[in-house]
């Protein structure tokens, strides 16, 4: 496993950009015809006919990514924007300092000692949740392995509860703009509609990831040995027992900033609900929290500034996946392959119930999160594909979202995420230890996902 590695994603994303091009001389041009259905255009089923191609040359190659981001500038600017809202929240300290107060109580009360896992792991879940808490994950450990450790548990706990939290909670979100928001805008459905049931999936994944870290570090309290990390806790133990540091509590600016940014949530909500807001509206929404959020935090105006341009500078990579997979999606449209693409897939998807199909297309996009690792590249590169399928399939475009969604059920068991091989190493935990003991929830995931897929296609989720 030390000699396996994967291409960046860059050169993954522009590789597959090459096989496209290549693709739109081989591919013959193939279209369906569509007609409009509640006001949105659908396709039908039957009327998939051949065109002529337009085969794409090495220019139009070269092309493909600045095309990409001028057809993708609106996702783009709403992820570096959010992206620099929340790095302000982040540079008040507030959230640093909840978990921090939470954790103290744990040596004076036996209901925080009882819920501080179930606790966490839901404030994780949450954050992943709602705004996508990803890599943002990685610096808690520095806080929670040492925590855990000090509390008699071990390293697993430790990483487990910011890292599982944050990544059942992004991949079981209801409210991700970079996820759920970014591929319902590109399915063409309102944007966090079909909430409910999302919450639902939400709860259940959260409390599934609660009760099976609850069971281990009950088991691992009563005997330390059966730890898969036993012998080094034992030396982290005696570098660092105590992870709360000379934390004194949370003051009150703290507390106004978290108020402000429970507040920010609540208004999103409201105004998706009840107003029909998308992206630009819900981009100024937390460009008014940053700002309000900074001035609250007494963060002068360098600082404001200096955090938001690092929040939106960190996420550039990012903003460039979704040109690269944007440009992917141009190539073959300008090439007229894109329906040929969707009649080819239909008999891998198709099946004799809609509930089979939506369990292929989890399935398919588990094998694709294998590679590409951003939850929004990722459904900037498949739903434009996947959404007209499941019409093909007889599976609702909110089904398709969430079975996409839940492909990143599998992320903290790859040693191709970044953010996988990011946090275990910081918790110095090698890959092979922390892989062994996630199979058996990776499997419950798995099973879960596929259960959850089904109410779904009997209701016909819209």
Same mark, same amino acid.
Not at 290 to 305: Q, Y
């Given at each position: 496993?030390?000699?396996? +590695? ?26 369906y015809?569509?007609?409009?259905v ?15 191609s ?5 220019a139009?190659?070269m092309?493909?990514?600045? +095309?990409?981001?001028v057809?993708?500038?609106?996702? $783009?600017?709403?992820?570096l ?12 300290e ?6 921090k107060?939470i ?10 000692r ?6 966490? $792991? ?7 949740a709602?705004f996508?808490?990803?890599?943002e ?18 390293t697993i706990?430790?990483?487990s ?28 459905l ?7 049931y999302?919450?639902?999936v939400w ?10 870290l609850m ?39 703290h ?16 105004g998706?609900i ?6 630009e509206? $819900? ?9 309000v ?10 600082? /404001? ?8 500078r960190?996420?550039v ?55 590409i690792?951003?939850g ?7 739903m434009?594909?996947m ?11 909110q ?33 092979i230890?922390?892989? +062994?003991w996630?199979?058996p929830?990776q499997?419950?995931?798995a099973?879960?996902?596929?259960? /959850?897929l ?8 819209q």
């Amino acid at each position: 496993m030390k000699k396996f +590695k994967l291409p960046h994603t860059f050169v993954l994303l522009f590789g597959i950009l090459a096989l496209i091009a290549l693709a739109t001389w081989l591919v013959p041009g193939g279209k369906y015809e569509t007609h409009l259905v509640n006001g949105k255009q659908m396709i039908d089923p039957d009327s998939f006919h051949l065109v002529a191609s337009a085969p794409q040359g090495l220019a139009a190659l070269m092309m493909a990514p600045i +095309k990409g981001f001028v057809d993708a500038g609106l996702i $783009i600017g709403f992820v570096l924007i959010v992206g620099g809202a929340f790095a302000v929240l982040q540079k008040t300290e507030a959230i640093d300092s909840m978990i921090k107060a939470i954790a103290k109580a744990h040596s004076t009360s036996k209901f925080v000692r009882a819920a501080l896992i179930p606790v966490f $792991i839901t404030l994780f879940s949450i954050g992943g949740a709602t705004f996508g808490m990803n890599e943002e994950a990685i610096p808690f450990i520095l806080i929670f392995v040492p925590l855990a450790l000090a509390l008699g548990y071990d390293t697993i706990v430790g990483v487990s509860i910011p890292f599982l939290g944050s990544q059942v909670g992004f991949g079981a979100a209801f409210l991700n703009p970079f996820n759920v928001g970014i591929a319902q805008g590109i399915a063409g459905l309102p944007v966090f509609s079909g909430m409910a049931y999302r919450v639902l999936v939400w709860a259940i994944a959260t409390a599934v990831t609660a009760l099976f870290l609850m069971w281990y570090a009950a088991r691992v309290k009563r005997t330390p040995e059966k730890s898969p990390t036993w012998a080094l806790d034992c030396d982290k133990r005696r570098e660092a027992p105590d992870g709360l540091g000379e934390f004194h509590g949370m003051t009150r600016t703290h507390s106004l900033v978290l108020w402000i940014f429970v507040a920010t949530l609540g208004t999103m909500v409201c105004g998706v609900i009840m107003y029909d807001w998308y992206i630009e509206q $819900i981009a100024a929404l937390f460009l008014t929290m940053a700002i309000v959020v900074g001035l609250v935090g007494r963060l002068d105006s360098d600082e /404001l500034v200096d955090a938001f341009m690092q929040g939106a500078r960190d996420l550039v990579g990012t903003a460039l996946v979704i040109a690269l997979a944007r440009g992917t999606m141009i190539l073959a449209r300008d090439a007229h392959i894109i329906d040929t693409m969707l009649h080819a897939l239909m008999p891998l998807v198709q099946s004799s119930s809609p509930i089979f199909a939506a369990q292929k297309m989890y399935l398919i996009q588990s094998v694709i999160n294998f590679f590409i690792h951003s939850g929004t590249g990722q459904a900037a590169l498949t739903m434009p594909i996947m959404a007209p399928l499941a019409d093909l399939v007889g599976v609702t475009r909110q089904t398709a979202v969430l079975a996409f969604q839940m492909g990143e059920f599998n992320t903290p068991m790859l040693p191709t995420s970044g953010i996988t091989v990011g946090v275990l190493a910081l918790a110095r935990v090698p890959w092979i230890t922390w892989a +062994k003991w996630m199979v058996p929830l990776q499997l419950i995931y798995a099973v879960m996902a596929l259960l /959850l897929l089904i109410p779904p296609c009997l209701m016909n989720w819209q």
